[in-house]
């Protein structure tokens, strides 16, 4: 699949930085993509993810609903939290049959132990299952704040390893980051993505507007970095958590900052639960810069 068809006009930056835009939802999120449905562009991505909590049955009716409501599903597969080889058999001939899903993202997920045959999600890749069950783009993580648990080097080193594996399996990659608050550390992440040669195309995972306590909250669980200097950048006082913030300070600046040098980037907005808001948000910011 060419990289045209994860989106169109991918071979360049755009020039509203919302353009071509992905959102994310959590399976228990049903009536709040039903609710901001209306104000998001059709066709637009929208990720199913896979937390703890929720049932199978209820990511694939995420899913579905999705497909139905003129989006395009992405779904989420955490490679520890998946029992069984049988699981993961069945749960992509559910998503793919039912919602007709084309693409998914993988994570190891969270446990520190796996819960069943699989550690990582290199091990998902080389399953064989995805292109059994006609998955086309396979996304897998970038992290420009680091990571817990990785140093910088292994976290590039499992990224070309996942990308190769990918590409060797008849599918296409993508990284989707997490997402952070820090302009200069997300640009210098991707320049020197590039400059090690990985050419895949990169959604720049953003925080959608919302509560200050709950986007420290959501920083703090996710190992993002939040401190005084960069929350300034973003527009936030860590010594005075009332009101709301949104990305304004931080799409702006990436835009000031891309080029054609930093190759094919969109935005991923984590919405923290606020679909309706991150949606209306997107829709103000794109009209206010066409």
Known sequence: MSYAAIHPNWEKNPDNMVD?????????????????????RPGTQVAVTFLPGEELSQRVEAAVLVRELGFEPIVHLSARRIESAE????????????????????????????????????????????????????GVGGHPEGHPNNTPADLWIWMEKKIAAVRAHGMTPLVVTQFAFDD????????????????????LGVPGPAGIKRLLGFAKRCGVGASASVMKKYGISITNLIGS???D??????GD????????????????????????WINAYHAKHS
Do not use: C
């Open 257 to 280: 900052k891309l080029n054609d040098s930093h190759g094919r980037v969109r935005l991923h907005f984590y919405p923290f639960g606020a679909l309706t808001a991150s949606a209306e």
């Open 87 to 138: 699981q993961l058999n069945w749960y992509l001939g559910e998503i793919t049959t039912k919602a007709q899903v084309k693409r998914v993202f993988i994570i190891a997920g969270d446990p520190p132990e796996p819960e069943g045959p699989y550690s990582d999600s290199l091990q998902i890749i080389e399953s064989g299952l995805l292109e059994k069950h006609g998955i086309e783009i396979v």
């Open 184 to 203: 200069d550390a997300i640009v210098e992440w991707l320049a020197e993505m590039r400059q090690r040669g990985i050419d895949v195309p990169v959604r």
């Open 20 to 40: 071509g835009y992905s959102l994310e939802m959590t399976a228990k999120e049903i009536e709040g993509l039903r609710e901001a449905a209306p104000l998001i």
């Open 245 to 247: 913030a949104g990305p």
């Open 249 to 254: 300070k931080l799409v702006n600046s990436l």
